[in-house]
């Protein structure tokens, strides 16, 4: 309903659980992805739309499980198993055949954030890790923390600090203050 609202210039709300009155989405998440979505809704204005891309993007996160992997273990075949092992995961089929979550696309988007951050390319990591972060409020604490890893363990301080105090900052912003003040 809220990528609904966005194209129909109604902003980023919902209604609320009662179904009495619009409310702002950030009364119960900080999913800003909906608001990225909002153009396909241009293209094709159903729902299965969003299955559709959901299903495309967690998919996706085989291809960077399979390169971590593979680069870890030295070894191709383990990078098909556990790419195959996470496509044949209950709970990520499950996610996949019932509803849409803003947050089941963050998981990928932090698979190929963690991929682009051990690889040192840090652009395309911060790129992953912003659209992980857009999927729900919580994710940004982990973006913190792969910002201390930057920081800690591939010596990049100034990156890794800045990552780490934005991604803090905001998972702070979004959980203490926005949210509950919506």
Do not use: C
């Not at 496509?87 to 803003?102: G, T, V």
Request: glycine share 8%; hydrophobic share 55%; no cysteine.
């Amino acid at each position: 309903q809220t990528v609904w609202n966005v194209t129909h210039g109604n902003g980023f709300t919902m209604t609320d659980p009662a179904g009495t009155k619009q409310e702002s989405r950030l009364a119960v998440h900080a999913d800003f992805l909906l608001i990225l979505l909002a153009p396909f809704y241009y293209v094709w204005s159903d729902p299965k739309m969003l299955l559709l891309i959901q299903t495309i993007v967690v998919e996706l996160g085989a291809l960077p499980l399979f390169w971590i992997a593979r680069d870890k273990l030295k070894s191709e075949k383990l990078g098909l198993l556990f790419s195959a092992s996470y496509l044949l995961y209950p709970p990520l089929e499950r996610i996949l055949l019932h509803d849409f979550h803003a947050v089941a696309l963050s998981a990928t988007f932090l698979l190929f954030s963690y991929w682009f951050m051990i690889k040192k390319k840090y652009i395309l990591f911060l790129l992953f890790a912003v659209l992980a972060g857009l999927g729900k409020e919580q994710v940004w604490f982990i973006v913190g923390l792969m910002g201390l890893y930057i920081a800690l363990i591939n010596r990049k301080w100034q990156t890794g600090l800045l990552v780490a105090g934005a991604s803090f900052g905001l998972f702070y912003l979004l959980m203490w203050k926005f949210i509950p003040g919506a």
